[in-house]
């Protein structure tokens, strides 16, 4: 069985950072592109960051130059480190996979809150 585990979720106060990780376990064959969405109350979910195989990287607008994503493909693993957080950042961060497990298609993590207040 696949999954997809994230962690580092939190309250944290604005300007304050967090570290999302994202783990992908079990029958892999191949990873492809890796990313995080977010979902906050009342809106649709948005794209924040994707990171390729290779490495090549892509930002929402609203988190470029304070979020980094970056991933360990010995590990299968995705991180996101935020940072200057602020209450706009508040959402369910969400792992997502393109993975080849049988057939190729996309796989979803659980989800974990991410509240930024004071």
């Known amino acids: 069985q696949v999954q997809l585990v994230e962690s580092g979720g939190g309250l944290v106060q604005p300007g304050g950072s967090l570290r999302l990780s994202c783990a992908a376990s079990?029958?892999?064959?191949?990873?492809?592109?890796m990313g995080w969405y977010r979902q906050a109350p009342g809106k649709q979910r948005e794209l924040v960051a994707a990171?390729?195989?290779?490495?090549?990287?892509n930002y929402a607008d609203s988190v470029k130059g304070r979020f980094t994503i970056s991933r360990d493909n010995a590990k299968n693993t995705v991180y996101l480190q935020m940072n200057s957080l602020n209450p706009e950042d508040t959402a369910v961060y969400y792992c997502?996979?393109?993975?080849?497990?049988?057939?190729?298609?996309?796989?979803w993590g659980q989800g974990t809150q991410v509240t930024v207040s004071s």
């Open positions: 990171i390729t195989s290779g490495g090549s990287t």
């Open positions: 997502n996979a393109d993975m080849q497990v049988g057939p190729r298609s996309d796989y």
């Open positions: 079990g029958s892999i064959f191949s990873i492809y592109a």
